[in-house]
């Protein structure tokens, strides 16, 4: 049985990669709902949909979000009335957020209506919210405090980071499984994901960072910093803005205290003696899932780490 | 100043006529939300929205429901949640029922958020829902009691009809405005719409007889009803299950109290004592709005009537 800790798109393509080599069910997927945004009365949770997505083969690749040939017909009609456009809901993607804000009014746990969700689209791994209670990400910025949407997607991640804070954390429980799921791992993966914003929120729920250092599995990182950059989002200027360094270094000291072993790309493969010195064990691929074979591989290359 | 009551899509049609032929702001059209329903957590109001699309220029001419060139992809996402889908509701259209349901939800009343939707859709007209509070016709067949729309559009009014109620009228008030709207007008216009379904509910609100009874516009109704059937919906059906003809006459009897005016088809011209017996003039036209330019004539025929 092997957990994931995972945020969106990178995240994603892993796990896709993953399922290819594994039984889809021995995966455990803990997802970010730091990101999780209230739009048009209707909770959007875009990570746990885009690793839903991505593992019912619904995802639209090009974007890395949302339902493939997805229409924006709903969205044009909201800036009839006025309401914000700037996140992007197309229209059989809104079924999910409909869906979801239904049931989670008549009472359901957002546990329940994730789990509800992934096996309606055909989805064999488990997936659990980190927290059943909310926990938003906010960013701090000179104007004042955001979410981590109208940071990323209406900011475009364009402002000056000054402080990150995870909302409702210190009240927020872990979900139904989410402990167990690390202590009784052979292995726990922290996925490619942004150590501050998608992995960040979920070490924030009380309860996961003692899970993590006590578990018995290997705890197994992949970088989401290449070559001194993010691979894809704002991860780079938010490690900066946390004070680490904007390389697998920065990301193996963040996890320092509980991580075993770092995936770190083949250009990377200079800086394996900075991990060591933060008692992580290196291991080199290649890291960039730029199509569905090098998914598998850098999978592959996961699976051998664990032995 | 004109004061129309009005159901769906003939009300809406004969409106579209008389706002070619009068200022759309001296027209106030109070609608019915007997027919309001709730779908995937949403307020669906079918018969304010039919109004409002097509004065807005917007209604799906083909179907005389919901909005033109519509896709209906979030529906289809619905059916992979179990969620019903027996309702249409396309993506463009969606964007009503989200506004009208997030501004509901933040305490905004149904009059409010009908206003609203109306003067960001263009229309120059006011539309006032019946009430404010809900009110919805409920009809009981051998099977039990059924919502309008699932009698109409679920079961296609295919069920035997033992009665009808409008639950909550009871205890509703009048909208803003719907009082004032029938006692200042300089005439009332009973729309060619369902005597029980469609102006029913709106009569079944305390306060809206004695204002039609106590005005002194004159007050003109369509009949909804010609050669014998309805022009279109189940008037017919519901008509013979209250004990009424399905006749223009039928119509005279349910409105007798407080009608001074009908218009009938040229068909039906040899009812015209019927009607005198129940105290109605009759004015004669052509009623059936197959294009454009017959609603026009229709309004103009309206026009001339009340003088």
């Known amino acids: 049985m092997i957990t994931a800790l995972a945020g969106g798109t990178g995240a994603a393509k892993l796990l896709r990669g ?31 949909d885009t690793v839903t997505y991505t593992l019912a083969g619904l995802i639209d690749e ?3 979000w949302g339902v493939r040939d997805d229409t924006f017909h709903c969205l044009q009609g909201m800036a009839a009335f006025g309401e914000q456009t700037w996140f992007n809901l197309g229209d059989r993607d809104l079924a999910t957020h409909l869906f979801r804000t239904e049931s989670l009014r008549r009472g359901a746990t957002l546990s329940a209506v994730t789990d509800a969700i992934r ?12 927290s ?68 960040g929120p979920i070490l924030a729920v009380p309860g996961v960072v003692g899970a993590l250092k006590e578990t018995r599995a290997v705890v197994l990182a992949l970088s989401p910093i290449v070559a001194g950059a993010a691979v894809s989002g704002p991860a780079g200027a938010l490690m900066a803005a946390r004070g680490l360094p904007v390389s697998p270094a920065g990301v193996a000291r963040a996890y320092s205290e509980w991580l075993d072993v ?20 290196p291991v080199v691929a290649d890291t960039l899932m730029t199509d569905r074979q090098r998914e598998v591989a850098l999978a592959r290359a996961v699976l051998e780490a664990l032995g």
């Open 119 to 130: 096996r309606s689209l055909g989805v064999r791994s488990r997936l659990l919210p980190m």
């Open 132 to 199: 059943d209670q909310p926990v938003r990400t906010k960013i701090r910025s000179t104007t004042g405090w955001l979410t981590f949407q109208e940071f990323f997607v209406k900011e475009k991640g364009q402002v000056e980071i000054l402080e990150v804070a995870y909302e409702g954390a210190d009240a927020a429980l872990p979900a139904p499984g989410v402990l167990d799921a690390i202590s009784h791992a052979r292995a726990v993966l922290i996925c490619p994901s942004n150590p501050v914003t998608s992995i």
């Open 62 to 64: 090009a974007k890395g």
């Open 262 to 281: 770092m995936v770190i790309d083949r250009r990377d493969q200079g800086l394996t003696p900075e991990l060591l010195q933060f008692g992580v064990s």
């Open 18 to 48: 993953l399922v290819a080599l594994i039984a889809p069910a021995d995966l455990t997927v803990i997802g970010n709902t730091g990101d999780d945004i209230e739009l048009w009365g209707l909770h959007v949770s875009p990570d746990l």
